[in-house]
């Protein structure tokens, strides 16, 4: 039952924070409401046992994706000082849009984790072994660089990773035509 | 209710057994211990400030030949910061014109939550810890990545441009010192096979500090960096920037900012303990259970634990009042240049001499095999940058002797042997060059 009073504060301050951020005049604030929004479906994620996940959220999202966000945000100060409205006219198109995402997302729910019959009893939570929640880490560990997991898009993604940061130093070298000029 | 029972549940530390005995177990007295042990941590750290404040006043004030705070309570001024505390609470509430309502006020209150939320996973002593995480470590590093956002937060609300420039200056410091930090905790992480601070303290039966000394030395600067205290105080930088992000604030919500740091400090002293000097340990005393079946190791845990963070604390301290500040060029380049790959390579060579070592070595022989690891991987880093150092200063003409301003004429420690003077443009910026090469000391002569 708390579970789901907390769950329930937590879906209410993940969506009111990510209307906000759609609503928002000045895009600061927008921004800073992006990481309340963060934060809540970090939440979550430490709600449903998961609490790496839920630290990585922190780290990832709210320590370096919002950080880009604001500094990208504090280079252009004359955009912030705008007093348009966010929306504009095309209400039809919107509608269609979300229409068509609502029922994919309910197709797609529906079809994993179909509702329980009317005469079904009620399911709590599966209660998990603690000891198998404290060695979480470890095994999520083992099975990124084990061959029947996840080794392939593991290192894929670290190769992903160290090319997008190898390619970033090589944008930012100094050409050498350039280096004289200075 | 036993005041004697409450009397000796208090001095082992065992409060939340006391009220388990007294109102019985149940999901109620679990919110309730709960509840009180957050109040209970959060009120100690806010409190120890106080004395702490009073500790870096004295002890910085010893160092430079001062007397300190000597009048306010006594002889040793110890009511200063109480006193000083009341004259922040008096003063007036100030917002400067065209700050940003949101960000500036909640930036205060924000430091402060951050700074103690990292106190959850603290270990003072068998059993005295808010929440034993089985991600304690990265819980700390997320925590404190995210509260790099607080200080933007600050500086951008108090539209200023001195705040502005100290908050982009203390966001590039920040976040390119959790590399190396995080690099560097890697080392202990692999050595205890877990992320848990009190995982971490059960395996030290060796603190340490002796299997991976460079790890610590590495943590150790970057925690520095990390809370902003010099010799990488340009964040706050008084002579160029007045007083970084925190500028534009006053009153107690200046007061705010500089409590977050001092537990902050206090965090990353506790923290080194925890991880590189064995935390509460002593000699298994600290398990020792009495015949009535009150642990009151616990209390000889927290002394001992306390013990080490003050000397931490202290070494902090001895730092920030000898050294003077680096500039913003060197921090990064130290960052990025030295920190970084020594740590790399570090982790990478613990990693695989760890693993090489078959389960069930003596500790003592683990401990020397890393020992020597190290050794060879300081020795090696110490060649290089004395290769590098030496390099830079055959390529400036004048033997490096005078900096920057080269005067092209042959030096006095092997500047010939490269023909022609060079002219002064091709002259490479001795100030930029690699940690370790030697710069001359010029003494000026009065």
Known sequence: MSQQIIFFLLAAITLTSAIVVVTMRNLFHAALALMVSFLGVAGIYILLEAPFLGMAQLLVYIGA??????????????????????????????????????????????????????DAVLQTAPQVDPAVLQSSVARMGRSFVSAEAYVLPFELASVLLLAALVGSIIIAWPRRGEEDNQ | MDILDLLKSLLSLSLGDFIRRTFGTGPGTELLIDIGGVVMLSTFCLLIVIFLIWLTRKLIARMQDRIGPNRVGGRFGLLQTVADVMKLLTKEVIHPSGADWVAFNAAPILIVIAALLVWAVMPFAPGVIGVDLNIGIFYV????????????????????????????????????????????????????????????????????????????????????????????????????????????????????????????????AGLFVTIYLGGYRFFGLENWVSADGYPYGRLIGLIVFFAKVFFMYFVFDWVRSTLPRVRVDQILNLNWKFLVPVSLVLLFAVAIVDKLIPTGTNAIVRMVIHLVLNVVIAAATLEILRRRGRQNRLATPGGGSGGAVAVPHDGHDGGHGHGAPQPIEDVPDVLDAPLGAREPVVVPVH
């Open chain 1, 65 to 118: 994706i919002s950080m880009l966000i604001i500094f990208a945000i504090m280079m252009t100060r004359r955009l912030m000082q705008t007093n348009e409205t966010p929306f504009n006219s095309q209400v039809i198109g919107s509608l269609i849009g979300s229409l068509l995402v609502l029922a994919i997302l309910v197709l797609v729910i529906g079809r994993l984790y179909p509702l329980a019959p009317a």
């Open chain 2, 141 to 268: 590093m997320a925590i404190s990545s995210a509260s790099v956002i607080v200080i933007l937060l600050a500086g951008w609300g108090s539209n200023n441009k001195y705040a502005l420039l100290g908050a982009f200056r203390a966001v590039a410091q920040m976040v390119s010192y959790e590399v190396p930090m995080i690099l560097a905790l890697l080392v202990p992480i692999i050595l205890a096979g877990t992320m848990s601070t009190k995982g971490i303290i059960d395996a030290q039966t060796i603190p340490f500090i002796f299997l991976a000394p460079i790890s610590a030395l590495i943590f150790y600067i970057s925690t520095l960096a990390e809370t902003g205290r010099t010799p990488f105080d340009l964040l706050e930088a008084e002579s160029e920037i007045v007083a970084g992000y925190h500028i534009e604030y006053g009153g107690m919500k200046f007061g705010m900012f500089f409590l977050a740091e001092f537990i902050n400090t206090l965090f990353w």
